[in-house]
């Protein structure tokens, strides 16, 4: 059981992992030039932050994965859900700071959150403890939405290609 427990705690760290190296440039170079609300987390406060929102999204879909008995018929929709809200979010990071598609992003984190919430419905009726773990993910990704949009309303005209 350990190594379904850590392989599903790990997953998420694959795409923060390319995140990281993705925006690792754009934080020295473009994103410095956009102009950003005065209420914005500290840049330092983003990898400590994503470390552990992935790592408790991962532990959550490990005990739904196993309260379900695996990947099974009844694990279709939670575990799917899950996997399309991981997929929607790794895709972010190359739309906003790949590509610098601002409004892109925002249509983007609008569909992630949603898909989100609808995982943790999901999750609620096989493990509360799952969905909690989702709770911080989900109230960091509504200030990442209305970070998004304050920096695609600030910068529409000037930035966005």
């Known amino acids: 059981m350990w190594l379904p427990m850590l392989g599903m705690t790990a997953l998420p760290h694959l795409g923060g992992l390319y995140g990281g190296y993705i925006t690792r440039k754009e934080v020295k170079t473009w994103y410095p030039t ?8 500290p840049s ?7 470390t552990c929102l992935y790592t408790g999204m991962g532990y959550g879909s490990y005990l739904v994965w196993n309260e379900l008995g695996g990947f099974t018929e009844n694990a279709l929709v939670p575990l799917g ?8 979010n790794w895709a972010w ?4 700071f790949g590509a610098h598609k601002l409004k892109l992003a925002l249509m983007e984190i609008v569909l992630l ?14 493990s509360r403890t799952a969905t909690l773990l989702m709770a911080p993910y989900l109230t960091w990704l509504c200030i990442a939405t209305s970070l998004n949009y304050c920096i695609w309303r600030d910068n529409r005209e000037t930035k966005e290609e």
């Open 34 to 41: 956009l102009q950003k609300p005065s209420w914005r987390p």
């Open 44 to 50: 330092a406060a983003f990898p400590i932050v994503w």
């Open 81 to 88: 859900l899950y996997g399309l809200q991981l997929a929607l």
């Open 93 to 96: 990071t190359p739309i906003f």
């Open 113 to 126: 959150t949603g898909t989100v919430g609808a995982t943790m419905v999901s999750w609620y009726p096989v």
